[in-house]
């Protein structure tokens, strides 16, 4: 029997994903049998004595599995005989992605690899933790190159592979290169010193980070306002570069696997995208067991913009729009809590310049095809389909990321001038890890890159090969399903970062992805960049359920303790909770509420508070509309009871007044502590948190005082910290954190 390799992944926003596909990639292009697949499919792999299972695994929410390997995890953990006997006594690798600012770094991975060893599998690479806040890239480099190394040896001392058919004209790299006095090795195991990044973004200010490890703090009137995508120059460590004889561990080249064929004569062109319904290209699935159109990140629904409103003044320092939207026809019975992802294109603003830069005429057609097609897991556009290039750059290639090392790889490539060669060279080195780092922090585009180095004509062929798709943004619904089950509302601050250009120190405002897309769409429904059905005169977004929410209310929530902290758009989903509570109490019938949620009512005394945090009462407080409303106590007849909606209801405001600056700062009150110390240690409460991760952590820290601070049972901070993880493990301690 001969080698095989599954290599497993999890991943929410494609991280894993993308590593995952390039190891599968530079594993088939060494004739190695691997095959890919999401953890959730574990059942479709082959597992033999001779298989070795990589497992590439990130984290999520508050140290969850990807959507995409819940159920792979939960068989697992729970000890499924099905999985635990394919695994068992089998080679295994595990990589883990996570970001150790959060409490639960890379939980997954860990969780698994103990399991694995549990259930008897053999390690047979030395788990490893790639860490967003300090060294991704190197850990994974790494952990590649070692499992790599490690399945050619197995495949030298006996475990034969089966020849595939993706290689015969592999272009080989040299493994050492001279040019222009530098020496560049690809073969050498140097791990370089890593220099940690600080995530941790203050939310008032606009901020970029232009220097290593430094954020630079902007006021509006030094930022250029652009009405165009001005690229930037990107600066990084050329002094270093300047003193090195010997780049190392230089990023292989990939090899080339498409062929691109014009179409020309294609019916479609920028026009008609316009006028159509959104991603003409992607094919309607339906599912084969209901006949039900199943919507997903490849399969979007169209989704009807009902209204839009800005919830915050003029003034405020963020803006925040909350829109509504029509479902109808999506078959989602959504509950409050639950988020869904949207898929935005790119930006004119950055789609044409690109188009421009790279010779390309936005109508002109082209088809990729390929005789690897085991090669193509990762490709952003279906094979044999025919785009134009404005639609393949408008709708699935992510433009807006810094390209993987591996791109700027093949990039240096097309280089006519030996500088910039050099330079890109430096940047996939493991000299140039820190520069690449920081000009990842920067958000610097593809177009960036070329605008940086302008001797870089890359064909598109080589632009599409190593490019990922754009990746969705998700967000938590605010309105409640007891309101219209065919209505979602959500809101969204707009985002916006700010690059420097090096050649003359001016600082440029960027938008982020999809929320600059719905807040200009919104704003200008007419613009090129808008999915308007100019038919029907709506405006329409793409929009595919979150299949996985577990930030949901317990059953019967009425007769539990409900804590809810939140700051800025955190609220969301605890507006849909709370309205949902008021709209059962307003109108709930008879059968709404269940015989034993009423008996647990008439016996216990539940208590739902909200902490709220913003900036400001005026200018930015987003339950401004829900103070009275929330405060009122309801009597239902229909239902037999009486009962606040809210028992408590604290606002902070940061940059107002002389009271508690942020919600941890009134949640340690003593009229506020004592009562949440009895709260935590009672059977019947949850506490839920939304926010950034800065935010939750907070958040954590001031749970564990309130523990600490009592005289009477007081914990010891190990503790807190234990009680805070049983209610964790209990999902009584619910966590919704951004990354
Ligand atoms: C919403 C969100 C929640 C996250 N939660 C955690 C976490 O609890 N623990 C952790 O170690 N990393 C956490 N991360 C970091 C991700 O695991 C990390 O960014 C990873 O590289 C993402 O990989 P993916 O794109 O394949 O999902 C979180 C990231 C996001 C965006």
Redesign the pocket.
């Known amino acids: 029997m001969s080698l095989r390799i599954n290599i497993l992944y999890g ?7 993308n590593i995952a596909e390039t190891l599968e990639k530079d594993l088939l292009n060494e004739n190695v049998p691997a095959s890919l697949m999401e953890l959730n499919n574990y059942k479709k792999a082959q597992f033999t004595d001779k298989t070795i299972n990589f497992i590439i695994i ?6 969850e599995p ?1 959507d995409n390997s819940i159920d792979f995890y939960n068989d697992l953990i729970s000890g499924k005989k099905e999985v635990c006997s394919l695994l068992k006594n089998k080679k295994y690798g595990i990589l883990g ?3 150790s600012y ?1 409490t ?4 997954p991975a860990k969780d698994i690899d103990l399991k694995l060893q549990e259930i008897s599998s053999v390690k047979i690479v030395e788990t490893a933790y ?1 860490d ?1 806040a300090k060294n ?1 890239d190197e850990i994974v480099e790494n952990w590649v190159k070692e499992v790599k190394n490690i399945v050619k040896n197995s495949s030298k001392i006996g475990l034969e592979t089966d020849s595939i058919s993706t290689n015969s004209s592999v272009e080989e790299e040299k493994i050492t290169n001279i040019m222009e006095g530098i020496e560049i090795t690809n073969d050498d195991n140097i791990s370089e010193s890593t220099n940690s990044i600080d995530y941790f973004s203050e939310d008032s200010y606009t901020l970029s980070s232009n220097d290593v490890g430094e954020y630079v703090i902007k006021a509006e009137n030094e930022i250029e306002n652009d009405l165009e995508y001005v690229p930037v120059k990107l600066s990084f460590d050329k002094e270093l570069l300047s003193q090195i004889t010997q780049l190392k561990h230089v990023i292989k080249k990939p090899i080339s696997y498409l062929t691109i064929t014009s179409a020309s004569n294609l019916y479609r062109s920028i026009s008609y995208s316009k006028s159509q319904q959104i991603f003409p290209l992607i094919p309607k699935k339906l599912n084969s067991d209901n006949n039900i159109l199943q919507y997903s990140e490849n399969n979007p629904f169209s989704a009807k913009v009902l209204s839009t409103q800005c919830l915050t003044s003029k003034d405020a320092l963020k803006k925040t729009v909350q829109v509504t939207l029509d479902i109808t026809g999506l078959n989602w019975k959504y509950q409050s809590g639950y988020a869904f992802g949207i898929i935005a294109p790119n930006s004119d603003k950055m789609v044409l310049p690109l188009l421009k830069r790279l010779g390309l005429d936005p109508e002109d057609g082209f088809r990729a095809t390929t005789t690897k097609e085991a090669l193509c897991s990762g490709l952003p556009v279906i094979l044999n389909k025919c785009y134009t290039y404005y639609e393949a750059f408008k709708y699935f290639i992510n433009i807006n990321a810094i390209p993987k090392k591996a791109f700027l790889r093949v990039l240096a490539e097309y280089c006519t001038d030996i500088e910039d060669k050099k330079q890109l060279y430096f940047l996939c080195s493991s000299q140039g890890a820190s520069s690449y780092r920081n000009l990842k922090a920067q958000y610097a585009s593809l177009l960036d890159i070329l605008y940086t180095f302008k001797s870089c004509h890359p064909p598109f062929v080589a632009i599409l090969e190593n490019s990922t798709r754009i990746s969705p943004r998700y967000y938590s619904i605010s309105s409640s399903p007891l309101q219209n089950s065919n209505l979602i509302s959500f809101m969204f601050n707009v985002h916006h970062y700010i690059m420097q250009n090096s050649e003359d120190g001016k600082y440029h405002q960027r938008d982020g992805l999809c929320t600059g897309w719905l807040d200009e769409m919104l704003e200008y429904p007419i613009i090129q960049d808008c999915i308007v059905n100019f038919r029907c005169k709506s405006v329409n977004i793409p929009i595919f359920p979150k299949i996985v929410n577990t930030f949901v209310l317990p059953p019967n929530p009425l007769s539990k303790n409900i804590i809810m902290v939140g700051a800025g758009t955190g609220v969301s989903p605890f507006i849909s909770f709370i309205e949902y509570k008021r709209q059962l109490l307003e109108d709930g019938q008879k059968g709404d509420i269940s015989e034993e949620e009423r008996v647990k009512l008439a016996e216990a005394s539940a208590s739902w508070q909200l902490f709220y945090g913003c900036r400001s009462n005026r200018k930015d407080c987003l339950i401004k509309d829900y103070n009275t409303l929330w405060r009122q106590t309801i009597t239902n007849k229909n239902i037999g009871i009486t009962m606040p909606i809210l028992d408590r209801l604290e606002i902070t405001t940061s940059r107002e007044g002389n009271g508690p600056k942020y919600v941890q700062d009134i949640m340690i009150k003593p009229e506020n502590s004592n009562n949440l110390r009895t709260l935590l240690k009672k059977r019947n409460t949850y506490i839920y948190v939304c926010g950034n991760k800065a935010m939750c952590k907070g958040i954590h820290e001031a749970f564990s005082m309130i523990l600490q601070q009592t005289t009477e049972e007081a914990m010891s901070n190990i503790e807190a910290q234990e009680y805070l993880e049983i209610l964790s493990k209990e999902k009584r301690y619910l966590r919704d ?3």
Not at 11 to 17: D, I, K, L, V, W
Not at 58 to 63: I, K, L, P, R, W
Not at 104 to 107: D, R
Request: proline share 4%; with cysteine; glycine share 22%.
């Open positions: 991943s929410q926003n494609g991280t894993a994903r990130s984290t999520t929410g508050d140290g990807p992605l996570g970001d959060f639960y770094f890379c939980k790639g967003d991704l954190i951004w990354g």
